[in-house]
């Protein structure tokens, strides 16, 4: 099993549509969770942190599933410009070393 | 002045030239990383450094030489590569593992 693991998608939704993403992991030591947005050709910027008890930041909600080892991040209100490949990283459980997933490409579309 | 400065933002190289990337972080951060990352494939870890001491490193090969002068600065000399490791090269540095990193903007490498 993949130490992180995402549904790599495309996935296709129209201007205002909730859409939502799933990341497994295989360590059930780790901590830290974190979801990136990823431009074309740019660097992976920080989304939101993954806290035990969920987190929201405006359109944005973030879970931690621990016992079934798997984070979620939920888009309300899609907007073209939420575009992007969106990455999912863990922590190693020990250590400050994350691993990322390959990401899931969403695409909003009018 | 933006948090972690990476150059240059593009290299083209022969397989037989030396060249250095340079990351520099702004952010008062302990830990810098060096990462790979390949289309289509994840974010592949090469180098770690805490507190200028190397910590990891992942089973890269020896034409790729990471160098971490002071918690600030990070290196990683190229030399021999070969085209399979064009790639964007992304550093990273972080505060501690609850805060996430903040990445450069990457260094597109093109060997030739």
């Known amino acids: 099993r993949k130490e992180v693991e995402q549904d790599p998608g495309p996935f296709n939704v129209p201007e205002g549509a909730t859409v939502a993403f799933n990341c497994t992991y295989s360590?059930?030591?780790?901590?830290?969770f974190f979801w990136y947005r990823q431009d074309c050709r740019k660097e992976p910027k920080l989304l939101m942190s993954?806290?035990?008890s969920g987190n929201e930041d405006g359109r944005f909600t973030a879970q931690l599933n621990r016992a079934s080892q798997y984070i979620s991040l939920l888009i309300r209100d899609s907007k073209l410009s939420d575009s992007a490949t969106y990455l999912c990283?863990?922590?190693?459980?020990?250590?400050?070393?994350?691993?990322f997933g390959t990401g899931t490409r969403l695409q909003v579309t009018l | 002045e933006t948090g972690v400065t990476q150059t240059p933002r593009h290299l083209v190289m022969g397989m037989t030239n030396k060249k250095s990337l340079k990351c520099e972080q702004h952010?008062?951060?302990?830990?810098m990383y060096w990462y790979k990352q390949s289309a289509k494939k994840p974010l592949e870890l090469m180098f770690v450094?805490?507190?200028?001491?190397?910590?990891e490193n992942n089973s890269v090969p020896s034409r790729f030489s990471p160098e971490c002068p002071n918690s600030s600065h990070l290196f990683l000399h190229l030399h021999t590569l070969q085209p399979e490791d064009s790639a964007l090269y992304l550093c990273?540095?972080?505060?501690?593992?609850?805060?996430?990193?903040?990445f450069g903007s990457g260094t597109r490498l093109t060997v030739v």
């Open positions: 990273a540095s972080s505060r501690d593992r609850t805060y996430g990193y903040t």
């Open positions: 360590n059930s030591a780790s901590q830290s």
């Open positions: 993954v806290y035990s």
């Open positions: 990283a863990v922590d190693s459980g020990t250590a400050s070393k994350l691993t």
């Open positions: 952010l008062g951060h302990n830990a």
């Open positions: 450094y805490s507190l200028e001491e190397r910590v």
